[in-house]
């Protein structure tokens, strides 16, 4: 059991938490209460993603993110206002205990109940070695965030060629399978998150990494609730 200050700044500078650890003890910041324009859609506290369950970590359909990554945000948000267009965010800072939940569904081969939608074309046998699941993300640093464009009249995602967390080469942003629209949906996005200074992925159109994060070499555990 955690007790005292001490350990949680140990938890904070090494990432080792017990599991009554919460994401405030970290530094995170609400997304939603922070940029209220902002739409907010924590897939994962609920049953529409890969898995198909809720994912452990999750408690709340919050999203949580680092301060910096959240002003980086915000700024992307203001400059896409004046077209009539915003940012719809799907998940930001990760457990680790997530991405174990993560690990453990893709070595299950048997169960196949998300496939149509999420992974059609590929072997659940071959997600770990194509690079769609691993032991570790990059979400759990806080700093990172996936996300696409809405239109804020109508709150319609714009279309990016594939839903997001679609397991598949169609995904990347380098591919020449989209639509010329789809490419250049995906195209703004990636411009008006550079100019921020977010890193993207290069096999996933929606996930992108601030490139000055401030916990650069820390994966958390803290729950979201």
Not at 123 to 145: E, M, P, Q, W
Not at 176 to 199: G, H, I, S
Request: hydrophobic share 45%; net charge negative.
């Amino acid at each position: 059991m955690c007790q005292g200050r001490w350990l949680r700044i140990s938890a904070l500078w090494l990432g080792l938490v017990c599991g009554s650890a919460h994401a405030d003890d970290a530094a995170l910041v609400d997304l939603a209460a922070a940029l209220p324009t902002i739409v907010v859609e924590a897939r994962y506290a609920g049953s529409h993603n890969f898995v198909g369950v809720p994912i452990e970590g999750y408690l709340e359909a919050r999203v949580l993110l680092t301060q910096p990554a959240v002003e980086a945000l915000g700024a992307v948000q203001a400059g896409l206002v004046e077209f009539g267009l915003g940012i719809k965010v799907f998940d930001g800072y990760r457990p680790q205990r997530a991405v174990d939940h993560f690990v453990r569904w893709a070595s299950d081969l048997n169960d196949l109940a998300t496939k149509a939608e999420f992974y059609p074309q590929v072997d659940k046998a071959n997600l770990f070695s194509d690079g769609y699941i691993a032991a570790r993300s990059g979400h759990s640093r806080g700093s990172t965030v996936d996300l696409t464009l809405v239109d804020l009249k109508t709150g319609v995602e714009l279309d990016m060629g594939t839903p997001w967390d679609f397991f598949d080469q169609m995904s990347w942003p380098s591919s020449e399978l989209p639509t010329a629209e789809q490419r250049a949906n995906r195209a703004l996005l990636r411009a008006v998150m550079a100019a921020q200074k977010f890193r993207p992925l290069e096999t996933e159109w929606w996930h992108f990494t601030l490139a000055d994060e401030p916990f650069p070499d820390t994966y958390f555990d803290w729950v979201i609730d």
